[in-house]
């Protein structure tokens, strides 16, 4: 799990969407968190890189990546759930893929489909025989 360092992280609040009766319209509950991945000390180079890559969609030219979370009422909530989800993002980026294997095609397997085929066009044969009269 990520433990990213508070000082690096931006909050900005502004009111939510949705229901939620007067709450929604007097309270800002939307929490959006911003990291600077490029100016961050927390990761190497090649993670930085890696995570602007996975990540382009969600980041500004600057590096910066930001989510945005109000599903709960209160800010606190909020606040706690985009840290959560950025969190996942970038895990979710650092994590690298398992190389696939190169395997061949199994003897048995080249033989079934080769007799597939001849019995597929032994059926056409006969097929077009039956028009032909002697």
Known sequence: MIQLPQEELVFKVSRSSGPGGQNVNKVNTRVTVFFDVAGSTYFSDAQKNRILNRLASRASKAGVIHTASQRHRSQKANRKAAIERLC???EEALRTRAVRKK???PRW???RRLEEKKKRGALKRQR?????EY
């Open 128 to 132: 077009a025989d039956r028009d032909v």
């Open 103 to 105: 395997t061949r095609v």
């Open 88 to 90: 996942s993002l970038l």
């Open 109 to 111: 397997a080249k033989e």
